[in-house]
């Protein structure tokens, strides 16, 4: 097939790009580079610099005769979402409204979003699976809802066909090494680890060592985005296969706790990582782990390298090569 990458220049959109491009498909990029970077893209795969909320770009490059598209291009900081809606509101819902207009205006019948697992808010019982409320936290959530909302109208009422993904948390860098590209500023708990592993920040600040959890730290769904990459390649086939729309988790069914990141980490380095414990970070659960049941039953997707040795042994591998160490 010939794809549209909408985002694909950022940190799992490459990885995304990547697996189409190896299971065959002719991928396209577009970016503004705003978080996504130039060292991030595959000369195999054509490159439109533009910006989402600039219509005629968008239209003029989704004219390229796509078949299907895939939407990653959006902010995704949840504590600054509630800081700076207007920001998420204009990225995350304006330019999703002109990408899927526009893909509608240029006849692309099929898209494949990026979804989170913030669409459901505080746990109300583990694992979560598809049926459970979705009642997001914070405004980023807010918008993720938002736009499967949309999408389910513009399935009715025009007949896009439409795969939501609902990660839970990415993490780790390509198993084969292929993406360099490191974030910038980033917040997560996996390249904060990373970055005090390097000596680019004096510690691993702990949100909270008193939660009802196995060791006190927060437990979160670490998911390799190598699985989830191929992820969207399974949702897209069978989106395509079977004409209809669907919305599923991909998370690895697995918590790993903060303690366990840290300790994990302090092995694959061979650095020491000096952790401080800190209050609880407002809105942050104990516990979030996924019921990947639905992956599993319609795509036939599991994750694969979504073990806390892979997510640490591959991000450490990143940061390694990009030369960032001190
Ligand atoms: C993980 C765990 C923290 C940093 C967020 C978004 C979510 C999704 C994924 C995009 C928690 C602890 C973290 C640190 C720490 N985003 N932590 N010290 O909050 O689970 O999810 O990213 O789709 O919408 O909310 O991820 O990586 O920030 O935190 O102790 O410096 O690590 O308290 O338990 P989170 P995270």
């Known amino acids: ?50 910006d989402i909320l600039d219509y005629p770009a968008l239209l003029g490059c989704m004219r390229g005769g796509f078949d299907a598209l895939v939407h990653l291009a959006a902010a995704k900081a949840a504590g600054e979402s509630m800081l700076k809606p207007e920001k998420y509101a204009l990225q995350n819902l304006n330019g999703t409204v002109h990408i899927l207009n526009a893909a509608l205006e240029a006849g692309v019948g099929k898209v494949v979003f990026s979804s989170s697992a913030a669409t459901y808010g505080e746990p109300k019982y583990l694992p979560i699976d598809e049926k459970h409320p979705t009642e997001p936290e914070n405004f980023y959530g ?31 860098y390509d198993v084969k090494g292929r993406i360099r590209g490191l974030e910038r500023d980033p917040a997560n708990l996996l390249p904060v680890v990373m970055e005090a592993a390097a000596g680019m920040r004096p510690e691993v600040q702990v949100f909270g060592d008193d939660y009802p959890t196995r060791d006190g730290t927060g437990v979160r769904d670490y998911v390799h985005v190598s699985d989830l990459a191929r992820g969207h390649v399974a949702a897209l086939e069978w989106v395509s296969r079977e004409g209809r729309s ?6 690895s069914e697995k918590g790993i706790s903060v303690l366990e990141i840290i300790e994990e980490a302090r092995r694959v380095t061979g650095r020491p ?48 090569a990009s030369g960032a160490l001190r």
Not at 10 to 27: C, K, N, P, Q, T
Not at 31 to 41: I, Q
Not at 286 to 314: F, I, M, N, P
């Open 273 to 320: 990582i000096p952790a401080r414990i800190m209050p609880r970070r407002p809105g942050d659960p104990a516990q979030l782990y996924a019921s990947s049941a639905l992956a599993r039953e319609l795509l036939g997707w599991e994750a694969r390298h979504s073990d806390v040795g892979s997510l640490v042994a591959t991000t450490w591998e990143a940061y390694r």
């Open 1 to 50: 097939m010939r794809i549209l990458i909408v985002g694909g220049a950022g940190y799992i959109g490459s990885h995304v790009a990547r697996e189409f491009l190896d299971a065959g498909h002719e991928v396209a990029v577009f970016d503004n580079l705003s978080s996504g970077r130039r060292d991030n893209l595959f000369p195999e795969a054509r490159f439109v610099e533009g």
């Open 142 to 172: 807010y918008t993720k809802l938002e736009v499967e909302r949309l999408l389910g109208w513009y399935d009715r009422l025009r007949g896009l066909k439409f795969a939501a993904l609902r990660y839970f948390n990415a993490a780790g």
């Open 246 to 251: 669907l919305v599923v988790n991909l998370g």
